[in-house]
């Protein structure tokens, strides 16, 4: 029962999200939304708040916001200036790249918050692991050792630390460090890596530092970025066959949400966090039937002056949407299979 109701939290979150970021620049562009709707397929039920109708439908694997003259069946009166199509090229190219912009909002707010409340990782100068065969092993360094010094200089953090020892490739060096409480002094000579800087071959020992609400979120934008450039890079050698293809689908997300359960809150939200940045590329992907199909049909139009037939787009978001609801399938089936 909680990974029944991780995984509505996590779906939920993300999907009221990504929507509101649509429905969101479409009210700052003056266009008229009719509906705002959590789901797919039969409504559930939905409440009536002005001109725009909140629905809530039978299946959770996504939602919509339903925009007045967005559709090209929609009948919509010619002088009606809160038409989706009545809107200039680089509005309505805003309204839908807003849906995934608001994703990676959404994922740098949940990990402000992960900083903030349990802390992000800091390496310290405390040995954790050691390099087999390097100078600090042949030293006789031990995980848990303490760095306090090196040629008597004091290093407090692991960046001080690491910038000696940069300084010093393939030179003797002093090192005093606290082991059971007890100081002691251990020489060893550096190497030089490939780039011509100083290495003892140690990795630092983490501990997590709880940050304030500003610097929290400043570091859950880093990580975002940085996170997002990890994926594209992921995807890029997935492509080009440089490494095996790993994409997961609901049946997957919610194995994983079931695990993060076991871990605690903030492990949930760790996931959903990441599951937003993924969500957020997907979407802006220039796959037909996506916000990113949408965004280069609207680059076209801009660039010739006039819109692609809506006949001819809508075909090819019909097909496009086919397509992934049958990569869908395949890939739960997979995932079934590999549970199993």
Same mark, same amino acid.
């Given at each position: 029962?909680?990974?029944?109701?991780?995984?509505?939290?996590?779906?939920?979150?993300?999907?009221?999200?990504?929507?509101?970021?649509?429905?969101?620049?479409?009210?700052?562009?003056?266009?008229?939304?009719?509906?705002?709707?959590?789901?797919?397929?039969?409504?559930?039920?939905?409440?009536?708040?002005?001109?725009?109708?909140?629905?809530?439908?039978?299946?959770?694997?996504?939602?919509?916001? @339903?925009?007045?003259?967005?559709?090209?069946?929609?009948? %919509?009166?010619?002088? /009606? $200036?809160?038409? =989706?199509? *009545?809107?200039?090229?680089?509005?309505?190219?805003?309204?839908?790249?807003?849906?995934?912009?608001?994703?990676?909002?959404?994922?740098?707010?949940?990990?402000?918050?992960?900083?903030?409340?349990?802390?992000?990782?800091?390496?310290?100068?405390?040995?954790?692991?050691?390099?087999?065969?390097?100078?600090?092993?042949?030293?006789?360094?031990?995980?848990?050792?303490?760095?306090?010094?090196?040629?008597?200089?004091?290093?407090?953090?692991?960046?001080?630390?690491?910038?000696?020892?940069?300084?010093?490739?393939?030179?003797?060096?002093?090192?005093?460090?606290? @082991?059971?409480?007890?100081?002691?002094?251990?020489?060893? %000579?550096?190497?030089? /890596? $490939?780039?011509? =800087?100083? *290495?003892?071959?140690?990795?630092?020992?983490?501990?997590?530092?709880?940050?304030?609400?500003?610097?929290?979120?400043?570091?859950?934008?880093?990580?975002?970025?940085?996170?997002?450039?990890?994926?594209?890079?992921?995807?890029?050698?997935?492509?080009?066959?440089?490494?095996?293809?790993?994409?997961?689908?609901?049946?997957?997300?919610?194995?994983?949400?079931?695990?993060?359960?076991?871990?605690?809150?903030?492990?949930?939200?760790?996931?959903?966090?990441?599951?937003?940045?993924?969500?957020?590329?997907?979407?802006?992907?220039?796959?037909?039937?996506?916000?990113?199909?949408?965004?280069?049909?609207?680059?076209?139009?801009?660039?010739?002056?006039?819109?692609?037939?809506?006949? *001819?787009?809508?075909?090819?978001?019909?097909?496009?949407?086919?397509?992934?609801?049958?990569?869908?399938?395949?890939?739960?089936?997979?995932?079934?299979?590999?549970?199993?």
């Amino acid at each position: 029962m909680q990974t029944f109701w991780a995984a509505v939290f996590v779906f939920g979150l993300l999907i009221v999200f990504h929507e509101f970021g649509h429905f969101m620049v479409a009210k700052l562009a003056g266009i008229k939304v009719n509906e705002f709707s959590v789901g797919f397929g039969p409504k559930l039920g939905g409440i009536l708040r002005g001109e725009t109708a909140y629905n809530l439908r039978l299946i959770p694997l996504g939602g919509f916001v @339903r925009l007045a003259g967005m559709e090209p069946e929609e009948q %919509v009166a010619e002088d /009606d $200036e809160r038409s =989706f199509n *009545k809107k200039s090229v680089f509005q309505r190219i805003c309204v839908i790249a807003a849906g995934s912009i608001m994703n990676f909002v959404l994922a740098a707010i949940i990990l402000g918050i992960i900083f903030s409340f349990q802390g992000i990782p800091v390496p310290t100068t405390t040995v954790d692991k050691l390099v087999s065969g390097q100078p600090a092993q042949k030293a006789g360094l031990q995980a848990g050792d303490k760095i306090i010094a090196i040629n008597g200089q004091e290093v407090r953090d692991w960046n001080e630390m690491s910038e000696i020892i940069n300084k010093n490739p393939q030179k003797t060096i002093f090192l005093k460090i606290i @082991r059971n409480n007890q100081p002691k002094e251990v020489k060893l %000579v550096t190497t030089k /890596d $490939e780039n011509g =800087f100083g *290495k003892i071959g140690i990795y630092p020992r983490q501990q997590l530092k709880r940050l304030n609400i500003f610097m929290a979120l400043v570091m859950g934008v880093k990580y975002t970025v940085q996170i997002t450039g990890l994926i594209l890079v992921f995807i890029g050698k997935m492509i080009t066959g440089q490494m095996a293809a790993d994409l997961g689908g609901p049946v997957r997300i919610i194995w994983e949400i079931n695990k993060a359960v076991s871990f605690g809150f903030l492990y949930v939200l760790q996931l959903a966090a990441f599951l937003s940045i993924n969500l957020g590329l997907f979407n802006l992907f220039p796959i037909p039937a996506l916000d990113g199909s949408r965004i280069i049909f609207l680059t076209i139009e801009g660039i010739r002056g006039r819109p692609v037939d809506p006949a *001819k787009e809508s075909f090819v978001h019909f097909i496009g949407f086919a397509i992934l609801i049958l990569l869908i399938v395949v890939i739960t089936y997979r995932d079934i299979l590999q549970l199993l």
